[in-house]
């Protein structure tokens, strides 16, 4: 067995063509299923096409610095008979995504994540809940190796919207680009087969 184990390594070390490591920064976060965002603040009934935003998809996939990974768990039904417990599987609870944006001003970066967000429910309306269909948005994570010329990996996320959007407080001290942070909900997150 130890042979084996051995062979394997040797023959990864000695193709580093084909073993090369996946990396943490290869990677792209698109918004997908939204033309337009009518910016926060906005009332609907009030609204020009001033106040929309035509390209937060494309704003908002070149300012994503970082995103977690989907991944879910399994809920545990126990089912008791006699003085046995049985585990079966139950329903999957997919966890909240993270995503870490930099505020682009001339992009109006902070613009389009508060319009992505006000989806769901804009404050200048009252603050009701839209219905799902109107609010949520689609997603997909890519994974590229190391040169950007092939997709490893693929995941489609389904039914996202925008949780929360937190950021650093301003501090006259402190000349640090500024980052926002949002977290996000979503019913699903499929993953996409790629043909070697």
Not at 32 to 40: C, E, P
Not at 60 to 66: K, M
Not at 103 to 130: H, W
């Amino acid at each position: 067995m130890s042979q084996e184990v051995n062979f394997r390594s040797l023959h990864i070390a000695d193709n580093p063509q084909l073993y090369t490591p996946a990396r943490s920064n290869n990677f792209e976060f698109i918004i997908t299923g939204i033309d337009r965002l009518l910016k926060a603040g906005i009332e609907f009934e009030m609204a020009t096409e001033d106040d929309y935003i035509t390209n937060a998809q494309d704003v908002l996939r070149f300012s994503v610095t970082e995103t977690s990974i989907p991944n879910f768990e399994i809920n545990t039904v126990e089912v008791k008979t006699g003085n046995l417990t049985t585990k079966f599987a139950g329903n999957a609870t997919f966890n909240s995504g993270s995503l870490k944006f930099n505020d682009f001003i001339g992009a109006k970066t902070k613009d389009a994540l508060y319009a992505l967000q006000a989806r769901a429910v804009n404050i200048a309306n009252g603050g009701g809940v839209a219905p799902k269909e109107e609010y949520a948005f689609g997603g997909e994570l890519i994974e590229y190796n190391t040169d950007f010329s092939k997709i490893l990996r693929k995941w489609k996320l389904k039914g996202c919207w925008v949780k929360s959007i937190s950021e650093s407080p301003f501090q006259y001290e402190n000349d640090d680009k500024r980052q926002v942070d949002v977290t996000i909900e979503y019913d699903r997150a499929i993953p996409i087969p790629i043909n070697e």
